[in-house]
């Protein structure tokens, strides 16, 4: 089976009778073996079923492959007298619950086909990888650490019947925002926690992150999940969000027990979920480059500087044109040398910057979800672009 053809899905269903345990397992185990192999953690660096394919499979393909099958096991979990086809029709229909106009996975250009067809296109469409970054949306570089929501509101569909989008997209809502709590507990921040807080609030699939100052256990509801299997994953994407090279500071530790608390988990479980993200990450973060560095979000931002550079610098004419005539901006660019902007100007120097960005087909890339977080990079470079005249009366 090779993930990356027509017709993988039902090459795998032909397979799913050699394979009669992956039916047999509970949810528990599903989860168990998803963390194993990284999927719990946004990186598979494993497929959990037998790859007797002799392919070397991909990450890409690899959380393919993960996705489905852990769609598959949850269906023969929930479901009794489970049917190979009643299942492929299930999942055609829980997505297109959630397809909506505000998700950039669009589902509804999926030209008609057979339905094992249609859902290889909308699984491929749920996958993202740090794999040619900038030909995909560079925001949702931890879009898979969320993927295991959709095997929670599939679970929520089988079992209430009921349209999942507003499950996910709550579950969605508290996964990102405690995590962004979590790294707000810091004692110490960088610009690149405040950076990752940014890019992992810009992954979101169906809702928006709270306000940064805005955000706390009194606006995270809780409450809802009382699913073991709900707690554990909580628990492991905010213990991945909190991740650095040294030990948990105070602040940290004390954030995830306060967690814990909250969920009504016990430290057992609370000590096992940190034990394992910082294992798992220390095993693999040889072969996983996001990993592979003293602080991702900084790798990540280094490695998009040298690429924004280039673009930049490729388009300096065209920039340099649409900058100068534009006469507040290069006014407030101007007195940006010599004082701090206010807010507002700040905003209107951001907005002038983005509109000029519109224009050059080879920036698109500031005007993505996120890609403000790229505009100082262009800011630095301005004075640069702009003839001698501007650096002399700066």
């Known amino acids: 089976m090779n993930p990356s053809t027509s017709g993988w899905i039902e090459k795998f269903l032909r397979d799913l009778d050699d394979n009669s345990h ?3 397992w509970s949810l528990d185990e599903l989860y168990l073996h998803l963390r194993r192999v990284g999927f719990i953690y946004g990186t598979s660096i494993d497929t959990i079923i037998i790859n007797n394919s002799g392919i070397i499979y991909s990450e890409e393909e690899k959380t393919k492959t993960n996705l489905f099958t852990a769609l ?3 269906y023969y979990d929930t479901i009794e007298n489970a049917g190979k086809s009643d299942c492929i029709e299930a999942l055609i229909q829980f997505y297109s619950f959630l397809d909506t106009k505000k998700s950039i996975f669009s589902f509804g250009n999926i030209l008609p086909s057979n339905n094992n067809e249609k859902l290889e296109k909308i699984i491929h469409a749920r996958i993202q990888t740090n794999e040619s970054i900038f030909k995909k949306n560079f925001s949702h570089l931890l879009t898979n650490a969320l993927l295991f929501i ?8 089988l079992i209430y019947d009921k349209d999942p989008f507003g499950y996910a997209s709550k579950l969605e809502e508290t996964l990102t925002n405690t995590a962004f709590l979590a790294l707000n507990s810091k004692k110490e921040q960088d610009k690149y926690d405040k950076l990752l807080v940014k890019l992992f609030s810009s992954s979101v699939r169906y809702t928006n992150i709270s306000n940064e100052e805005e955000t706390s256990f009194d606006y995270i509801e809780l409450d809802p999940y009382t699913d073991e299997i709900e707690k554990k994953y909580i628990l492991d994407l905010t213990s991945m969000a909190v991740w650095n ?9 004390g954030f995830m027990y306060a967690l814990g608390t909250k969920l009504e988990v016990s430290k057992t479980i609370l000590k096992e979920s940190i034990y394992l993200v910082r294992s798992f990450i220390n095993d ?13 979000a900084l790798h990540f931002y280094q490695q998009t500087s040298k690429t924004v550079s280039i673009l930049i610098l490729r388009n300096k004419n065209r ?3 649409e900058i100068s005539e534009s006469k507040d901006l290069m006014i407030l660019l101007g007195q940006s040398t010599t004082r701090d902007l206010s807010k507002e100007e700040k905003q209107q120097v951001k907005k002038q910057l983005l509109d000029i960005c519109k224009t050059v087909p080879s920036l698109a890339i500031f005007i ?3 890609g403000s977080l790229l505009l100082p990079i262009l800011i630095k470079f301005i004075p640069q672009l702009l003839p001698s005249a501007f650096n002399e009366n700066k």
């Open 368 to 370: 993505l979800p996120g």
């Open 319 to 321: 920039l340099i044109k």
């Open 72 to 74: 598959v096991v949850t």
């Open 284 to 296: 693999y973060k040889e072969e996983i480059s996001f990993f592979n560095y003293s602080h991702p």
């Open 245 to 253: 090279d040294e030990e948990f500071d105070k602040n940290e530790q």
């Open 22 to 24: 992956l039916p047999q």
């Open 150 to 157: 959709d095997v929670l509101a599939f679970e929520y569909f």
